[in-house]
């Protein structure tokens, strides 16, 4: 079936058409879905826009290898009946002739529901129509927290549910329909679906593969800031963590205690490279106390972006050294969730990420270093809890390790079908012949590695409750691949580890999959920064891990059962289970 498809693709699809041609309103107009076609949307066929684009530059893309496409972008405005509201979509279509019979469906990162030209010119450069919207929250632009409430304590329900899954499964269905009709795929071709998203975006690709079984033949997803209610509160941990222990560190302190890390754990994977692959050797043989006495001095900064520690605004000149205080909330934050009776809540991000929730910020007129309270934790409680127009929390007064599970316990409850996407049967989607790659930078610092692991060993367990653990992680390959990239930080190559490799070129092996029944045994990654940029590197296929071998020269992917153990927690506060 899969290879008779294969050759369908390659002989269909010769449309005749040219871009220009392609790139007419009319013709844009005579290719939209046909009224009905999706029981209750109305597309407004007057909303047509297009536009073309020549020799667009894709350069420095996380996700997709340098290249320069053409297209065009059709976009449009429909109603979901009874409701006056409207949503945009819009599609990059790439040239006819390098039109691989394929679609490619996008999403977002942070609380933006779509990343902008970023993927969808990506999904161009892999012969893919590539589709984003905007969720109805009003323009491409418009954030859904912007429109999360009608007023103070009245939740805009639709808008959430658009958020949580329902506007990329309506802009995909669509866009699969449009595309069909703009190449007059005939009867039989297959037209190939995909995915592609990391953070929040790797959330929304969840949401589908979960919900909407035949709806993608594959997805590429990173780092997902799925199990939302944990994820995001799980941002304010460090920030309770300083204040319960009343200690509030120069960032320089923070970023003294990771380098040391990253120094001591780096050769635990067998080649000193700067790079710590094995973040779970580093748990089991690294002891932060080690750090205490260390020296640290930063020079004085004007701030910069990024979530990295003293990025964002003006810190002053910082010399002294690591003090006992200090480790005790790199420590505290390192361990973990735990409520005041001792169990554990939720889990932290790996040793060697950045402290970058527990950034704190300078008071000039006293000279002190001050709490600040992460806006993304912050905001989940405000707006999304309290409901209140809000994005920031005034002050942690009163907030303790038991208020932060109450406030997850609550959000879980009232978001657990819309923002939480943790479903862990996937079977309908196996039978369907879906495919999923997903994979996580072991030194992310914003969403845990081990939040990944922890899904997959939901999915593993729930689908194949009868077979050994290594008969299941062998069965769960056959559909659902998890690799953690060593050194990579959020959604990217990590400048404190500059020589770890990234997987940009994860799309091409999930195609290769999907469509020639190549399943990825390794991923392919490349080092883009510092003075290895440009290397091919292989990332190990979960649960085996990266040792290097032959005095750091020969990747070995090995099975380790104490490392693979630390990555596994018993969230014994709750008595539900926590997928
Ligand atoms: C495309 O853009 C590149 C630079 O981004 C330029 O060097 C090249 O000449 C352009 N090609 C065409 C056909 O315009
Ligand atoms: C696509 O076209 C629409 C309508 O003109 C526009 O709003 C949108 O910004 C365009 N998208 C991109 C990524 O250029
Ligand atoms: C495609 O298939 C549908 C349903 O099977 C059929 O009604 C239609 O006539 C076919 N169209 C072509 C062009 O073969
Ligand atoms: C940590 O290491 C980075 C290089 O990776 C360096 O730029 C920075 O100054 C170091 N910070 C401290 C506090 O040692
Ligand atoms: C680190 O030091 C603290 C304070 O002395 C002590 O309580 C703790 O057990 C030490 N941790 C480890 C892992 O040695
Ligand atoms: C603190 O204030 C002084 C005097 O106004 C100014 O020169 C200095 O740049 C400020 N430092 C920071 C870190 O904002
Ligand atoms: C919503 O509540 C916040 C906090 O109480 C208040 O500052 C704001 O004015 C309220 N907004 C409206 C429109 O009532
Ligand atoms: C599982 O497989 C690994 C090799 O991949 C092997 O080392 C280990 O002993 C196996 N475990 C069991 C319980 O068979
Ligand atoms: C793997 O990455 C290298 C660059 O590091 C690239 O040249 C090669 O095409 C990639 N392979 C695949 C299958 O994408
Ligand atoms: C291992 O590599 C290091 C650095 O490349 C070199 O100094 C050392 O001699 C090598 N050791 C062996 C046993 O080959
Ligand atoms: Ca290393």
Same mark, same amino acid.
């Given at each position: 079936?899969?290879?008779?498809?294969?050759?369908?693709?390659?002989?269909?699809?010769?449309?005749?058409?040219?871009?220009?041609?392609?790139?007419?309103?009319?013709?844009?107009?005579?290719?939209?879905?046909?009224?009905?076609?999706?029981?209750?949307?109305?597309?407004?066929?007057?909303?047509?826009?297009?536009?073309?684009?020549?020799?667009?530059?894709?350069? $420095?893309?996380?996700?997709?290898?340098?290249?320069?496409?053409?297209?065009?972008?059709?976009?449009?405005?429909?109603?979901?009946?009874?409701?006056?509201?409207?949503?945009?979509?819009?599609?990059?279509?790439?040239?006819?002739?390098?039109?691989?019979?394929?679609?490619?469906?996008?999403?977002?990162?942070?609380?933006? +529901?779509?990343?902008?030209?970023?993927?969808?010119?990506?999904? @161009?450069? +892999?012969?893919?129509?590539?589709?984003?919207?905007?969720?109805?929250?009003?323009?491409?632009?418009?954030?859904?927290?912007?429109?999360?409430?009608?007023?103070? $304590?009245? @939740?805009?329900?639709?808008?959430?549910?658009?958020?949580?899954?329902?506007?990329?499964?309506?802009?995909?269905?669509?866009?699969?329909?449009?595309?069909?009709?703009?190449?007059?795929?005939?009867?039989?071709?297959?037209?190939?679906?995909?995915?592609?998203?990391?953070?929040?975006?790797?959330?929304?690709?969840?949401?589908?593969?979960?919900?909407?079984?035949?709806?993608?033949?594959?997805?590429?997803?990173?780092?997902?800031?799925?199990?939302?209610?944990?994820?995001?509160?799980?941002?304010?941990?460090?920030?309770?963590?300083?204040?319960?222990?009343?200690?509030?560190?120069?960032?320089?302190?923070?970023?003294? +205690?990771?380098?040391?890390?990253?120094?001591?754990?780096?050769?635990?994977?067998?080649?000193?490279?700067?790079?710590?692959?094995?973040?779970?050797?580093?748990?089991?043989?690294?002891?932060?106390?080690?750090?205490?006495?260390?020296?640290?001095?930063?020079?004085?900064?004007?701030?910069? $972006?990024?979530?990295?520690?003293?990025?964002?605004?003006?810190?002053?000149?910082?010399?002294? *050294?690591?003090?006992? !205080?200090?480790?005790?909330?790199?420590?505290?934050?390192?361990?973990?969730?735990?409520?005041?009776?001792?169990?554990?809540?939720?889990?932290?991000?790996?040793?060697?990420?950045?402290?970058?929730?527990?950034?704190?910020?300078?008071?000039?007129?006293?000279?002190?270093?001050?709490?600040?309270?992460?806006?993304?934790?912050?905001?989940?409680?405000?707006?999304?809890?309290?409901?209140?127009? %809000?994005?920031?929390?005034?002050?942690?007064?009163?907030?303790?390790?038991?208020?932060?599970?109450?406030?997850?316990?609550?959000?879980?409850?009232?978001?657990?079908? %819309?923002?939480?996407?943790?479903?862990?049967?996937?079977?309908?989607?196996?039978?369907?012949? #879906? !495919?999923?790659?997903?994979?996580?930078?072991?030194?992310?610092?914003?969403?845990?590695?081990?939040?990944?692991?922890?899904?997959?060993?939901?999915?593993?367990?729930?689908?194949?409750?009868?077979?050994?653990?290594?008969?299941?992680?062998?069965?769960?390959?056959?559909?659902?691949?998890?690799?953690?990239?060593?050194?990579?930080?959020?959604?990217?190559?990590?400048?404190?580890?500059?020589?770890?490799?990234?997987?940009?070129?994860?799309?091409?092996?999930?195609?290769?999959?999907?469509?020639?029944?190549?399943?990825?045994?390794?991923?392919?990654?490349? *080092?883009?920064? #510092?003075?290895?940029?440009?290397?091919?590197?292989?990332?190990?296929?979960?649960?085996?891990?990266?040792?290097?071998?032959?005095?750091?020269?020969?990747?070995?992917?090995?099975?380790?059962?104490?490392?693979?153990?630390?990555?596994?927690?018993?969230?014994?506060?709750?008595?539900?289970?926590?997928?």
């Amino acid at each position: 079936m899969r290879t008779f498809l294969c050759l369908m693709a390659a002989v269909a699809s010769a449309s005749a058409l040219t871009l220009n041609e392609l790139c007419t309103v009319s013709y844009a107009q005579s290719s939209l879905p046909a009224a009905g076609f999706y029981n209750g949307i109305t597309i407004d066929s007057s909303s047509v826009v297009t536009t073309i684009g020549t020799n667009y530059s894709i350069k $420095g893309n996380t996700f997709f290898p340098d290249t320069a496409i053409n297209y065009c972008n059709i976009s449009f405005a429909y109603t979901h009946d009874g409701r006056n509201d409207v949503v945009h979509v819009a599609y990059w279509v790439p040239e006819p002739s390098n039109f691989q019979n394929r679609f490619l469906a996008t999403g977002g990162g942070g609380l933006a +529901i779509n990343s902008g030209a970023s993927t969808v010119s990506g999904g @161009v450069s +892999i012969g893919a129509v590539g589709g984003y919207m905007d969720g109805g929250f009003g323009n491409f632009n418009t954030n859904a927290d912007a429109k999360f409430l009608l007023a103070n $304590g009245t @939740v805009n329900w639709e808008n959430a549910y658009m958020f949580g899954y329902q506007a990329i499964h309506e802009m995909t269905v669509l866009g699969k329909e449009l595309t069909k009709n703009l190449f007059s795929m005939k009867n039989g071709t297959k037209l190939y679906s995909y995915y592609q998203g990391c953070s929040e975006g790797g959330r929304d690709g969840w949401s589908q593969v979960q919900r909407y079984y035949n709806e993608l033949d594959g997805a590429s997803l990173g780092a997902p800031a799925f199990r939302y209610s944990h994820q995001q509160i799980q941002h304010l941990y460090s920030n309770v963590v300083e204040h319960t222990l009343n200690y509030y560190p120069p960032p320089c302190e923070m970023m003294a +205690i990771v380098n040391a890390t990253i120094k001591a754990c780096d050769p635990l994977d067998g080649k000193t490279d700067g790079v710590v692959a094995r973040t779970d050797l580093c748990k089991l043989h690294f002891n932060v106390n080690s750090t205490i006495g260390l020296p640290y001095s930063c020079a004085a900064s004007s701030g910069g $972006g990024g979530f990295g520690p003293g990025s964002g605004r003006p810190t002053p000149a910082q010399n002294g *050294v690591v003090s006992a !205080k200090a480790v005790a909330v790199a420590q505290t934050i390192l361990d973990g969730i735990h409520d005041l009776q001792g169990r554990q809540v939720y889990f932290s991000y790996q040793p060697s990420a950045t402290f970058a929730d527990a950034q704190t910020s300078y008071n000039n007129a006293t000279g002190q270093w001050e709490l600040s309270i992460s806006n993304l934790g912050a905001e989940f409680v405000t707006r999304y809890l309290e409901l209140i127009d %809000s994005s920031t929390l005034p002050n942690l007064n009163g907030v303790t390790y038991d208020t932060l599970k109450g406030w997850i316990y609550d959000l879980w409850q009232t978001y657990e079908d %819309s923002l939480q996407v943790n479903w862990p049967d996937l079977t309908r989607f196996e039978e369907a012949g #879906g !495919k999923v790659i997903h994979y996580h930078g072991e030194s992310d610092d914003s969403i845990p590695a081990a939040s990944s692991v922890r899904y997959w060993e939901s999915v593993r367990s729930v689908m194949y409750p009868d077979l050994s653990y290594n008969e299941s992680s062998s069965k769960i390959q056959d559909f659902y691949r998890l690799f953690l990239v060593p050194g990579g930080a959020h959604c990217g190559a990590n400048q404190y580890q500059p020589n770890g490799a990234w997987p940009q070129t994860s799309m091409t092996q999930l195609i290769d999959w999907v469509e020639n029944g190549k399943a990825p045994e390794l991923l392919n990654a490349t *080092v883009s920064m #510092g003075k290895n940029k440009g290397e091919n590197q292989k990332i190990c296929l979960w649960p085996l891990r990266p040792y290097y071998g032959g005095n750091g020269t020969e990747l070995q992917c090995v099975y380790d059962q104490a490392s693979i153990d630390t990555w596994h927690y018993d969230l014994n506060a709750w008595k539900m289970p926590v997928w």
